[in-house]
């Protein structure tokens, strides 16, 4: 009898283990099939990584085992349990992989792309000498209308008007309304008008006549030393100054073009300033080493200053190259500092 026992164990033990053998292929073979779809599905653009299209889908094999190799059918059922979280697991595993694998893909791109275009030959200017125009007088500034037909230049406290003809440029006028060297020339987009600041602490709005003469419209008086710098918005109802005298001034325009807020957090001259894409965040830099960033807040649209940042040496020139990107010129080291 013990030995009938024997045989017994012995042959239930046997089928067991070759259960064990059919259910291990089956997990494998059920593993190769997830992984194949895994990778058409990362393959397919229009459909990168849904995770939902998993979570629809069971994610533990059916096992058809023969009913005979087990009494228990609740043992079945259990081990499939047993094997699904071990299945959802590498399958997470997968996709993290997938994932950074594509991440890590895309970035080599871009960075392959700036590679190459820093591989790029830079251009070379060339001096057209039949094109050039002699000037003796200090020239601390020049513009160009948007429709690259006319070209100003300071000549000390005049501005030269030119216009372009045949590629040829032609004076056609001088303006001598300014009483001090001109420092800073903006063109209008959206009419046809231009703004200049002046040494003599003013800031004069131009513009054409019926007979195409600039004349002046508006001179805005607040400023108590040199106007550096003026900037226009997108909708070209702000005008925004730096002077000598360490202030920002803010003019809009109602009927008349008024003075409707000063800043002065800066400590010394303010060179440079700069709107982003938006007109909504302006940047100033000066001879303090200091660069301001400010942003129109409130109902009463009041531009208020929310960051201060000191840099090594004072910068003269700043420009936004985006909506939260800007570079700054440094005179002392001439250099360029981007900053987001």
């Known amino acids: 009898m013990n030995k009938t026992i024997g045989l017994t164990t012995d042959a239930y033990q046997q089928k067991i283990v070759e259960c064990f053998e059919v259910v291990q292929n089956q997990i494998e073979t059920s593993f190769n099939k997830i992984y194949s779809y895994l990778d058409s599905l990362l393959n397919n653009t229009s459909d990168l990584l849904n995770i939902k ?11 058809d085992l023969p009913k005979a190799k087990f009494e228990n059918t609740n043992f079945s059922q259990q ?19 997938k994932d950074q694998s594509l991440n890590e893909t895309q970035t080599n791109k871009e960075i392959q792309s700036l590679t190459n275009k820093s591989n790029m030959k830079p251009f070379i200017y060339q ?17 160009i209308n948007k429709d690259c037909t006319t070209l100003l230049a ?25 009483k001090s060297r001109v420092y800073t020339l903006n063109f209008m987009k959206k009419s046809n008008q231009f703004i200049s600041g002046s040494c003599d602490k003013s800031i004069i709005i131009w513009q054409q006549n019926q007979n195409n003469q ?15 710098c003026l900037i226009l918005n997108n ?23 008024m003075c409707q807020q000063t800043i002065t957090d800066h400590t010394n001259e303010i060179f440079g300033l700069s709107f982003n ?15 301001l960033i400010m942003e129109e807040q409130g109902q009463n649209k009041q531009w208020v200053v929310i960051q201060k940042i000191t840099v090594e040496q004072y910068g003269f020139r700043v420009c936004f ?4 990107m800007f570079a700054l010129s440094n005179v002392t080291k001439n250099r360029y500092l981007f900053l987001r």
């Not at 300071?154 to 001598?176: H, P, R």
């Not at 070209?236 to 100054?241: G, Q, R, T, W």
């Not at 190259?321 to 939260?324: G, L, R, S, V």
């Open 53 to 63: 299209t998993f979570e629809n889908q069971p994610c533990a094999p059916n096992f």
């Open 277 to 291: 894409q938006q007109s909504n965040r302006i940047v100033s830099c000066g001879g303090d080493k200091l660069i």
């Open 79 to 97: 081990l499939c349990q047993d094997v699904q979280p071990l299945i959802k697991h590498n399958l997470s595993n997968q996709i993290i992989l």
């Open 154 to 178: 300071g000549c000390d406290k005049q501005i030269k008007v030119y216009e372009f003809k045949q590629g040829m440029a032609k004076q056609t006028q001088i303006l001598s309304e300014h």
């Open 235 to 257: 909708n070209e109802d702000l005008i925004v100054s730096g002077s000598d005298d360490k202030s920002i001034k803010f003019w809009m325009k109602n009927n008349q073009w």
């Open 214 to 228: 600039w004349i002046s419209q508006y001179i805005l008086n607040g400023h108590t030393n040199i106007v550096y």
């Open 127 to 143: 001096l057209i000498s039949q094109y050039s125009i002699k000037q003796f007088e200090w020239c601390c500034a020049i513009t």
């Open 321 to 324: 190259i985006d909506n939260n």
